[in-house]
């Protein structure tokens, strides 16, 4: 089978169905000064490979929005992070360059599909846990057999779809950090009492089929009385309004 490596350190290892298999792999420096150490008959070691629906253009040669240099740093960028992450960020980045989902078939040793949140926020300023929050979707339950496509699918939606925010730019993605929540099922509780804010999520339902959500381990919440309240205020339920209370513990993956 041929081999050809791309000017972006993607490496096409062949074609199925009507997708590009492509793999990354990392390459350290550019041109002829770049370090070659494991590298076999020229060829870069392997560090992951990713299915992509094809487009009019291969997915190594993606359209002018993003120059060469633009994404050779983000290959570099993404291997360096949790597998899901760089999935989510990966996913934000082949949206805004092409306007279509990336294809993450399962794989071996992946959670079965569960209610995944994508948030999205800027980087921490010096002193600061957390950056300004850019994007934040989610869902309690699956909608995708696959996790990987979930994951896909609402990380897109958090860079482009969050009515709170103005949608991300191409050049904003590298700066993000990134956080992947695979929630647990809920399950209801009785009472404040019952919750724990850096363990648990809330999920407050209303009149009227008003639901509010919060995510476990906010920083700077620590109260439950306090969460539930967010989650009311987010629902605009009001205090006075009758409510059933429910938790869920969530994999929290930066």
């Given at each position: 089978?041929?081999v050809?490596?791309?000017?972006f350190?993607?490496?096409k290892?062949?074609s199925?169905?009507?997708?590009?298999?492509?793999?990354?792999?990392?390459?350290?420096?550019?041109g002829d000064?770049?370090?070659t150490?494991?590298?076999?008959?020229?060829i870069p070691?392997?560090?992951?490979t990713t299915?992509?629906?094809?487009?009019?253009q291969d997915?190594?040669?993606l359209?002018?929005?993003?120059?060469?240099?633009?994404?050779r740093?983000?290959?570099?960028?993404?291997?360096?992070?949790?597998?899901?992450?760089a999935?989510?960020?990966?996913?934000?980045?082949?949206?805004?360059?092409?306007?279509?989902?990336?294809?993450?078939?399962t794989?071996?040793?992946?959670?079965?599909s569960?209610?995944v949140?994508v948030s999205?926020?800027?980087?921490?300023?010096?002193?600061?846990?957390?950056g300004?929050?850019?994007?934040?979707i989610?869902?309690?339950?699956?909608?995708?057999?696959?996790?990987?496509?979930?994951?896909?699918?609402?990380?897109?939606?958090?860079?482009?779809?969050?009515?709170r925010?103005?949608p991300?730019?191409?050049?904003?993605?590298?700066?993000l950090?990134?956080?992947?929540y695979l929630?647990?099922?809920?399950?209801?509780i009785?009472?404040?009492?019952?919750?724990?804010?850096?363990?648990y999520?809330?999920?407050?339902?209303?009149?009227?089929?008003?639901?509010?959500?919060?995510?476990?381990?906010?920083?700077?919440i620590?109260?439950a009385?306090?969460?539930?309240?967010?989650a009311?205020?987010?629902?605009s339920i009001?205090p006075?309004?009758p409510?059933?209370l429910?938790r869920?513990?969530?994999?929290?993956?930066k």
């Amino acid at each position: 089978m041929e081999v050809n490596i791309d000017a972006f350190g993607g490496v096409k290892i062949g074609s199925d169905s009507g997708f590009e298999m492509v793999a990354v792999r990392r390459v350290e420096g550019s041109g002829d000064s770049g370090r070659t150490n494991g590298w076999t008959d020229g060829i870069p070691p392997l560090v992951a490979t990713t299915k992509v629906s094809r487009i009019d253009q291969d997915v190594h040669r993606l359209p002018a929005l993003h120059p060469p240099p633009f994404l050779r740093y983000a290959v570099d960028v993404s291997v360096n992070e949790h597998p899901f992450v760089a999935l989510a960020r990966d996913a934000i980045r082949y949206y805004l360059a092409t306007g279509e989902f990336l294809d993450s078939p399962t794989e071996p040793g992946d959670p079965p599909s569960s209610g995944v949140f994508v948030s999205l926020h800027d980087g921490a300023p010096p002193g600061q846990i957390e950056g300004r929050l850019r994007g934040c979707i989610g869902s309690v339950r699956p909608r995708n057999d696959s996790l990987r496509n979930e994951i896909v699918r609402l990380a897109v939606a958090a860079a482009t779809s969050d009515p709170r925010f103005a949608p991300l730019q191409p050049g904003e993605v590298d700066d993000l950090d990134v956080t992947v929540y695979l929630l647990a099922d809920p399950e209801p509780i009785d009472s404040l009492d019952d919750l724990d804010p850096s363990r648990y999520g809330v999920i407050v339902d209303g009149p009227g089929g008003r639901t509010g959500l919060l995510l476990p381990a906010i920083p700077g919440i620590s109260e439950a009385v306090e969460q539930v309240d967010i989650a009311r205020r987010k629902a605009s339920i009001s205090p006075s309004d009758p409510i059933r209370l429910s938790r869920f513990e969530a994999t929290i993956i930066k």
